[in-house]
């Protein structure tokens, strides 16, 4: 089930990317940065990236999804989705 996770600015969020649309991958989290603030906020390695601050990750490549969230200033509100 897909839940909400908002980190508060400002970056950096201590966390890494792969996929996008430019990979035909999924985007996915491959790495927390422990102490960070994705870790507080309990994201995980494996997490899917459904919405970055509202906008669906389906139609943004690599390089879209780091401008987004490189844009997030005060917060960062990501959209995830989790394999139990
Ligand atoms: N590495 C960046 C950070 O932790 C996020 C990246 C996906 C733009 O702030």
Same mark, same amino acid.
Do not use: Y
């Given at each position: ?9 400002? @970056?950096?969020? =201590? +966390?890494?990317l ?10 996915? !989290? ?20 459904? @919405?970055?601050? =509202? +906008? ?10 780091q401008?987004? !969230?490189?844009?997030a200033?005060?917060?960062?509100c ?7």
């Open positions: 089930m897909p839940q909400n996770v908002v980190l508060p600015g400002p @970056a950096p969020w =201590g +966390f890494r792969s996929g996008g649309l430019d990979f035909n991958q999924p985007l996915v !989290i491959t790495r927390i940065t422990p102490g960070s603030k994705a870790a507080a906020a309990n994201l995980c390695p494996g997490d899917v990236i459904l @919405a970055i601050d =509202g +906008f669906g990750t389906e139609s943004m490549t690599h390089a879209d999804a401008d987004r !969230i490189k844009a200033g005060h917060q960062l990501l959209k995830i989705d989790r394999a139990e």
